[in-house]
């Protein structure tokens, strides 16, 4: 019997062709999304479910799809989808991350030149039956420095067009090498160069725990008189009423906003501003942007249902059925490694090397490098999936090298993660133990025992006594509960680490009064997903 789709959302008739084209049987309601409760009734009669952003796909629903194999986002944005409930059913969450990269570009550059130029209100102004030619001086973006923050697939693009305008083009990302640079001609600079030198700032990352607020008073105040701001990639990146008052003072002279903190955004601290140009959320509103989405995600789900292949998953690496039973658990400590990795390093990482010792060395590794690598990159792009991740990788110009070794020391099988940045070497090391739980066993080259929780603080220190206790009173008399608790040292006297996993997250003033003690070296609050 051939596999049965139902496509409950606005897709094109292409993209329902090609489901048809490929023998899959497919039912088209377009307005079905919108109907919950007509949707809940006929979803278990369906192998796949292809959306857009009207359906929502939740645990309710979830539940009821009883066989359900696949669902489908025709886009990025996957907030309609519960995807843990569908990754405890064994159901595949795809997206479409690569199919509005140049739509998105295109519309900051739109916006640039709007802001640059006051076209909006120029435009207003002259339906209104004015002509106000001198109110509207503009300026030229030819020869000015454009400061793009966040050089990945999308600002890459925004470099390539900046460059094609003859601005001088910096750009700020942890993870762009300077090979990367070179071939997007663009000079790599860090946040506050940026902050410093850009007659126009233009933001393309992620909204993550780094990243929010990026654009605060405090840094504003850092850049030049007259700087105008682009914000089509996430809401929140930008302190909204910080900006306003620059905006008012003169200090930022224009300011062109897709997204806001909160949407649908029908208040906010720019609107009504002289100069402030406003859009709701149109970054991926193209109908070229909708129509290679729509297509992509229709192939990918036809490959999965019909040849088990998986591409842009967000919930399971590229591996078989029965891969899975023995990798799973293997996986998740791939991830929990990169995940370290990822949120200790803040410099460009040039190198990424992976070492699989006994008998995980003879899984599958691509699957298990995949996993690693988005575990670091996720630090900073929530956005990578195991799939995705090797292509940023080599987008960024990382390498990546794989050693298979035979069974050394006393566990039966572990996996070591090392980068390598311009600065220095960072590894880790972890195991699964006959439980199927991941275990930390070796950091810095120190050998440890230490169970992954959800929230972890990390410290380094060098060994002298008091620590354990200073870290226990700490914890205990700021209402933070220590439910494990690791040490290890290079040897009497030298370094030391301490890892303790706790029950919930600690405060950053809690963080602060171990520092002030003087008696560490780093003090890092870590999160894993141990779901």
């Known amino acids: 019997m051939a596999p049965k789709v139902l496509v409950s959302d606005k897709l094109s008739e292409t993209a329902v062709q090609i489901f048809r084209d490929r023998g899959i049987d497919v039912d088209f309601m377009p307005e079905l999304g919108k109907d919950k409760e007509k949707l809940l009734s006929i979803i278990d009669q369906y192998d796949g479910l292809a959306i857009r952003s009207a359906s929502k796909a939740t645990e309710k629903l979830i539940a ?59 435009s207003a102004s002259t339906h209104a039956g004015k002509w106000e030619k001198s109110k509207f001086m503009g300026v030229e973006l030819t020869g000015k420095t454009l400061g793009v923050i966040g050089a990945g697939n999308i600002g890459g693009i925004v470099c390539e067009r900046g460059v094609g305008l003859k601005m001088k083009v910096i750009a700020y990302d942890p993870f762009l090498s300077e090979e990367r640079a070179e071939k997007l001609n663009v000079t790599k600079v860090e946040l506050d160069e940026l902050f410093e030198r850009s007659d126009f700032i233009t933001l393309h990352v992620p909204a993550t725990d780094k990243t929010r607020g990026m654009i605060s008073a405090e840094n ?6 007259g700087v ?3 914000n089509c990639a996430r809401g929140g990146l930008v302190d909204e009423a910080a900006l306003a008052d620059a905006l008012k003072s003169g200090k930022v002279a224009g300011a062109a906003f897709d997204v806001f903190e909160v949407e649908p955004a029908t208040d906010s601290p720019l609107f009504n501003l002289p100069n402030v140009v406003c859009t709701p959320h149109l970054g991926a509103a193209t109908t070229e942007a909708q129509e290679n989405v729509a297509l992509q995600v229709a192939e990918q789900m036809s490959d999965y249902l019909l040849t088990g292949a998986v591409t842009n998953a967000l919930n399971m690496p590229s591996v078989t059925a029965e891969e899975a039973k023995v990798m799973g658990p293997w996986v998740k400590l791939a991830e929990h490694l990169g995940a370290f990795i990822g949120q200790m390093t803040d410099e460009v990482i040039k190198e990424i090397q992976i070492t699989y010792n006994g008998t995980v060395s003879h899984m599958n590794l691509e699957a298990l490098n995949c996993a ?14 195991m799939v995705s991740a090797q292509v ?33 070497e960072r590894s880790i090391a972890g195991t699964v133990f006959s439980d199927g739980k991941p275990r930390f066993i070796q950091i810095k080259g120190i050998n440890i025992d230490a169970e992954i929780g959800e929230h972890m603080v990390y410290t380094t220190n060098k060994d002298v006594p008091g620590i354990i206790g200073t870290l226990g009173q700490t914890m205990g008399e700021n209402g933070v509960n220590i439910a494990n608790f690791t040490l290890g040292r290079e040897s009497s006297g030298n370094g030391a680490i301490a890892l303790l996993y706790v029950d919930s997250p600690v405060p950053a003033d809690v963080l602060q009064k171990l520092r002030d003690t003087g008696m560490f070296n780093q003090v890092k609050t870590l999160s894993f997903d141990v779901a």
């Not at 504003?220 to 008189?225: F, R, S, T």
């Not at 690693?372 to 999936?385: E, F, H, L, S």
């Open 64 to 122: 009821a799809a009883t066989n359900l194999k696949v669902i489908g986002r025709a886009g990025i944005g996957v907030d309609n989808v519960d995807i843990p409930a569908a990754s405890k059913k064994g159901i595949i969450v795809m997206n479409t991350p690569f199919g509005n990269m140049i739509t998105t570009a295109e519309h900051a550059i739109a916006m640039m030149f709007a802001v640059a130029r006051q076209i909006p209100e120029a």
């Open 392 to 424: 940023i990788a080599k987008e960024r110009g990382v390498k990546i090298s794989t050693t298979t070794q035979d069974k050394s020391g006393v566990f039966d099988g572990y996996v070591k993660l090392t980068v390598v940045t311009d600065k220095r």
């Open 228 to 230: 105008r701001i682009i």
């Open 220 to 225: 504003i105040a850092k850049m030049k008189d």
């Open 372 to 385: 690693g690598i988005a575990g670091i990159m996720k630090a900073t792009n929530p956005d990578v999936n």
